[in-house]
């Protein structure tokens, strides 16, 4: 058995909690991505076992709300935000992945995030997702020369 996480809005989560899940529903094996990505009305549904070996999921199917362990709701409320942690993590993971030389991104501090939106179609709906000019959304810059699929080890 594993748990999965979906974030949702308030409005979605009160849907889903009588009528379950949708085929091409998003969830997530990683907590804080659920609340990132979706919302702070997180899911926590089980599966017999790890759907994928990744960190997403998209429902191929319908899934029942007799898979649904909780709904939490995660309050924005932070406490404490240590930025400096922060970046030494993301330091750390992308050092992890990548080779030597690939540095995190001023200009969204490794979030590949700034406030242009750019559309992005999927078969099912239209989605908005933002990206930092820089770092083509990224969150880290890769050597001189070099793309960041270029960059990634293996």
Known sequence: MTIWYH????????EIAQ???????????????????GGEFVFHVWFDEDPTSYWEYVAT???STEKILYLIYYSPELCIHNR????RIREQSIKEEYIDGVTICEDC????QEEEYYPLTTSRKDYQITSCKS???FGRIPPVGKSIHDCRKG
């Open 7 to 14: 974030g949702t809005t308030k409005e979605n989560a009160e």
């Open 19 to 37: 009528t379950g899940f949708r085929e091409g529903t998003f969830f997530t094996s990683d907590l804080s991505s659920a609340i990132f990505y």
């Open 61 to 63: 199917g319908v899934i």
């Open 84 to 87: 400096e942690c922060q970046r």
């Open 109 to 112: 501090d490794g979030r590949g």
């Open 135 to 137: 770092c083509k959304g």
